[in-house]
């Protein structure tokens, strides 16, 4: 063998078990999935549709799945612009060479995505729980009268999902951003303050064209985040009142698991529309980002 051939041997090599293994553990499962979807009825009783496309005519009758969708897709509107823009807004200011404390900073801002899923979750449950420590507060500084049922409220339980999220996810995406920013020549924004460049001039023509690449990765990831989210609508509010805070996920968990409905071919469907809906945004925020010509 030539060394050429040699090398690409090699190369194959040790390609191949992680290639079988991606096969295995990832898309067997998604090709499984796909044929699932196309079938109805429960446990060793499930068999193919007729027609094939029934699981997915039926989301669109699905009134629930129609009120996951709305509440998944509120989250992300609201809560991945505020979240990034503070996450670069805080990357900036911690970035500062000349702030004293700035390790610790940083780590009080990361801390809370170090924090487990399930416990922040229970803290800000009991945060805003009608006798909690918000309802306490507002009270005590005259903005209510009487206790607010902040989790027993459709609008006021999903700003308390928005809220949760924001918290702990901003530390997360400014660790990005503040590696990318240290990745900035610091002299940059000394030739532009030379120049009379202001500080928004510098951070909207400097900082965040230098910052593109990994602002469209956080918001691809923050998306892909937030269409599967699901611990908080499960541990924060169980969906309720009514279904009114439910997210895809947890809709497709209680139609799997949750309730005891066990009927997988309807699921299998619900989660290749949102594995759809990931690539869409994935593909088009890839797009917009792509400054090649």
Same mark, same amino acid.
């Given at each position: 063998m030539t060394l050429a051939n040699k090398q690409l041997a090699a190369g194959w090599l040790f390609l191949t078990p992680a290639t079988i293994l991606i096969f295995i553990m990832s898309f067997y499962p998604i090709i499984q999935a796909l044929i699932t979807s196309f079938k109805t009825g429960k446990g060793? $009783?499930? #068999? &193919? @549709?007729?027609?094939? /496309?029934?699981?997915?005519?039926?989301?669109? !009758?699905? %009134?629930? &799945?129609? /009120?996951?969708? #709305? $509440? /998944? +897709?509120?989250?992300? =509107? =609201?809560? %991945?612009?505020?979240?990034? =823009?503070? @996450? =670069?807004?805080l990357a900036q200011l911690l970035n500062n060479k000349d702030l004293k404390f700035k390790g610790f900073f940083r780590t009080c801002i990361f801390l809370p995505c170090a924090t487990s899923l399930v416990s922040y979750s229970l803290i800000f449950k009991s945060m805003f729980a009608t006798q909690g420590l918000i309802n306490t507060i507002l009270q005590n500084i005259g903005l209510t009268h009487e206790n607010i049922n902040f989790l027993g409220t459709a609008g006021t339980a999903r700003a308390v999902i928005i809220i949760a999220l924001i918290w702990r996810w901003t530390g997360y995406n400014m660790v990005f951003y503040l590696a990318g920013l240290q990745n900035i020549e610091y002299s940059v924004y000394e030739a532009a303050k030379i120049d009379g460049a202001n500080g928004w001039k510098t951070f909207w023509n400097i900082t965040v064209p230098l910052l593109k690449p990994t602002i469209v990765m956080t918001a691809i990831m923050s998306i892909n985040g937030t269409l599967q989210l699901f611990d908080e609508s499960m541990n924060l509010t169980s969906g309720g009142p009514a279904n009114s805070t439910i997210t895809m996920s947890h809709y497709i968990y209680n139609?799997? +698991?949750? !309730?005891? %409905?066990? $009927? +997988?071919?309807? /699921?299998? @469907?619900?989660?290749f529309v949102v594995f759809i809906l990931v690539a869409i945004l994935a593909f088009i925020n890839l797009k917009v980002g792509d400054s090649r010509d």
């Open positions: 060793v $009783n499930i #068999k &193919f @549709a007729d027609p094939l /496309t029934y699981n997915y005519s039926r989301m669109l !009758q699905d %009134v629930i &799945f129609k /009120t996951s969708m #709305k $509440n /998944t +897709f509120l989250y992300l =509107i =609201i809560e %991945v612009p505020i979240m990034l =823009i503070l @996450a =670069i807004l139609q799997a +698991f949750g !309730q005891g %409905v066990g $009927n +997988f071919g309807y /699921t299998s @469907a619900m989660s």
